[in-house]
């Protein structure tokens, strides 16, 4: 029989009985299997076993003078105390020298420019040895896990200074807009996200493609001048669950911010609240939707006017825009859908908006604004004194009424 032919059936049997043997057992089986196949045995059950190339001879001593009897149950296969020790036990100082590195800014030099946590074992266990330790680099990767350890990300939970009335404001919120919705007037909540590149850019999240054919992207992140930027500034209405976006392509301001609410009214709110006479709407506590922005508030009683409606607003408070309604249940659901696309224009951008759906019902209209929206522009004291405001009693910094510049119809 070919030796090939051999070897592979031994390997056949070793793979069957390995899981039932312990190391005596495995030692002495493959020392018959050497002997029954005599010259060249020893070579070609080591090749197909992966066994050391030294446990065969010891194995044939062992058969030779008898010393194979069976093992009493209970009994040991080594002798207490073989095999050699742990590098923990044999080097104590091991694991306080990993958390030094995992943790330079607590242990160590707070001004490292390392970042150990973020470097691969085999660094680790260069530096290791650099130091005077012994260990290679599954050791590290055992003792990290032992200690602990994982890779994970960052999680937005900080918020920032916390105002005083945080959660009043937001029980405040909550009362105000069930008003509004019992009588059946609209309550919207708005958001302008950040500037988005147009192009072949990398974006981040994945999707799915054939395997090895991931979509070729631009190393670099510079604004393509060709073709320019993406603003996408949305209105979502609570009560309908229908969201639209205006996709801007000029400055972020406040006065963009309100054309979108214009079209939201032309296109979708006045079909549903036709006869209305107040509109609620929470924003951001800062930015271009702040209370403290003159443009904003300026921009707002021309549209209040056209749209025949009182304006109450409500401000969540400073450092907790993801508590806008917007966020989580609009702009959540859009990052999802364009995830690892790249916005290769703005119709690509206006139409994965659009498309984006959710089980609850979600629906959302967006349109491209071409509009222009210069930066800079100054408000004047007696412009903002012309605004008809009526503050609210709770807060008036953050909750107020605009109200239009003639009676509503």
Same mark, same amino acid.
């Given at each position: 029989?070919?030796k090939a032919?051999?070897?592979?059936?031994?390997?056949?049997?070793?793979v069957?009985l390995?899981? =039932?043997m312990d190391?005596?057992t495995r030692?002495? /089986?493959a020392?018959?299997?050497?002997k %029954?196949?005599?010259?060249s045995? +020893?070579?070609l059950?080591?090749?197909a076993?992966g066994?050391?190339r030294?446990?065969?001879?010891?194995g044939?001593?062992?058969l030779a003078r008898d010393a194979?009897?069976?093992l009493a149950?209970g009994?040991r296969v080594?002798?207490r105390?073989?095999?050699r020790? %742990?590098?923990t036990?044999?080097?104590?100082?091991?694991? %306080?020298a990993?958390?030094?590195? =995992?943790?330079p800014?607590?242990r160590g030099?707070p001004?490292?420019p390392w970042?150990?946590?973020?470097?691969?074992?085999?660094?680790?266990a260069?530096e /290791?040895r650099?130091?005077g $330790?012994? #260990?290679?680099r599954?050791t590290?990767?055992h *003792?990290?896990?032992? *200690?602990g350890y994982?890779l994970q990300? $960052?999680?937005q939970t900080k918020?920032g200074?916390?105002?005083?009335d945080?959660?009043a404001q937001?029980?405040?919120i909550t009362t105000?807009?069930? %008003?509004f919705q019992?009588? !059946?007037y609209?309550?919207v909540?708005?958001?302008?996200?950040?500037?988005?590149?147009v #192009?072949?850019f990398?974006? #981040?999240g994945?999707e799915?493609?054939p395997h !090895?054919q991931p979509e070729?992207?631009r190393?670099d992140?510079?604004?393509d001048?060709?073709?320019?930027k993406?603003?996408?500034?949305? =209105?979502y209405?609570?009560a309908?669950?229908?969201?639209?976006?205006?996709? !801007? =392509?000029?400055?972020?301001?406040?006065?963009?911010?309100?054309?979108?609410l214009?079209r939201w009214?032309?296109h979708? #709110?006045s +079909?549903?609240?036709?006869?209305?006479p107040a509109?609620?709407?929470?924003?951001?506590?800062g930015g271009?939707?702040?209370?403290?922005?003159? *443009? /904003?508030?300026?921009?707002?009683?021309?549209?209040?006017t056209d749209?025949g409606l009182?304006?109450?607003?409500?401000?969540?408070?400073?450092g907790?825009?993801?508590?806008?309604?917007?966020? $989580?249940?609009?702009?959540s $659901?859009i990052?999802m859908n364009?995830? !690892?696309?790249p916005?290769?224009s703005?119709?690509?951008?206006v139409h *994965?908006?659009?498309?984006t759906?959710t +089980?609850q019902g979600?629906?959302i209209k967006?349109?491209?604004?071409t509009?222009?929206?210069?930066?800079g522009?100054?408000?004047?004291?007696q412009?903002c004194?012309?605004?008809?405001?009526?503050?609210?009693k709770?807060h008036d910094?953050w909750?107020?009424?605009?109200?239009?510049?003639?009676?509503?119809k």
């Amino acid at each position: 029989m070919e030796k090939a032919v051999v070897e592979v059936i031994i390997r056949e049997k070793f793979v069957a009985l390995a899981p =039932v043997m312990d190391e005596r057992t495995r030692r002495l /089986w493959a020392a018959t299997e050497a002997k %029954a196949l005599g010259h060249s045995g +020893q070579t070609l059950v080591a090749r197909a076993t992966g066994l050391s190339r030294s446990t065969l001879p010891l194995g044939l001593r062992e058969l030779a003078r008898d010393a194979a009897p069976a093992l009493a149950p209970g009994q040991r296969v080594r002798r207490r105390g073989a095999g050699r020790k %742990a590098l923990t036990e044999r080097d104590p100082t091991l694991v %306080a020298a990993l958390e030094t590195l =995992v943790e330079p800014t607590s242990r160590g030099d707070p001004q490292s420019p390392w970042r150990w946590t973020c470097m691969r074992v085999r660094q680790w266990a260069t530096e /290791w040895r650099r130091q005077g $330790h012994t #260990g290679e680099r599954h050791t590290v990767a055992h *003792l990290r896990a032992a *200690l602990g350890y994982s890779l994970q990300a $960052h999680r937005q939970t900080k918020e920032g200074t916390s105002p005083p009335d945080r959660n009043a404001q937001f029980a405040y919120i909550t009362t105000r807009v069930r %008003a509004f919705q019992k009588r !059946g007037y609209p309550v919207v909540s708005v958001e302008t996200k950040k500037t988005e590149l147009v #192009g072949d850019f990398k974006h #981040g999240g994945q999707e799915w493609r054939p395997h !090895g054919q991931p979509e070729r992207v631009r190393v670099d992140d510079c604004v393509d001048a060709d073709v320019g930027k993406a603003i996408p500034d949305g =209105v979502y209405d609570q009560a309908a669950k229908m969201g639209w976006v205006n996709v !801007g =392509v000029d400055h972020d301001t406040a006065a963009f911010a309100v054309e979108r609410l214009r079209r939201w009214w032309e296109h979708m #709110g006045s +079909q549903r609240y036709l006869s209305a006479p107040a509109l609620l709407m929470t924003a951001d506590g800062g930015g271009r939707h702040g209370s403290r922005n003159r *443009l /904003w508030t300026v921009a707002l009683p021309p549209l209040a006017t056209d749209m025949g409606l009182r304006m109450a607003l409500c401000h969540v408070p400073p450092g907790t825009s993801k508590g806008n309604t917007i966020e $989580h249940r609009m702009f959540s $659901h859009i990052r999802m859908n364009w995830r !690892g696309r790249p916005l290769s224009s703005h119709e690509v951008m206006v139409h *994965l908006i659009a498309n984006t759906t959710t +089980q609850q019902g979600l629906t959302i209209k967006a349109t491209l604004d071409t509009g222009r929206y210069p930066s800079g522009i100054k408000v004047t004291d007696q412009e903002c004194e012309k605004v008809k405001l009526k503050p609210s009693k709770f807060h008036d910094e953050w909750n107020y009424t605009i109200m239009p510049r003639r009676s509503p119809k």
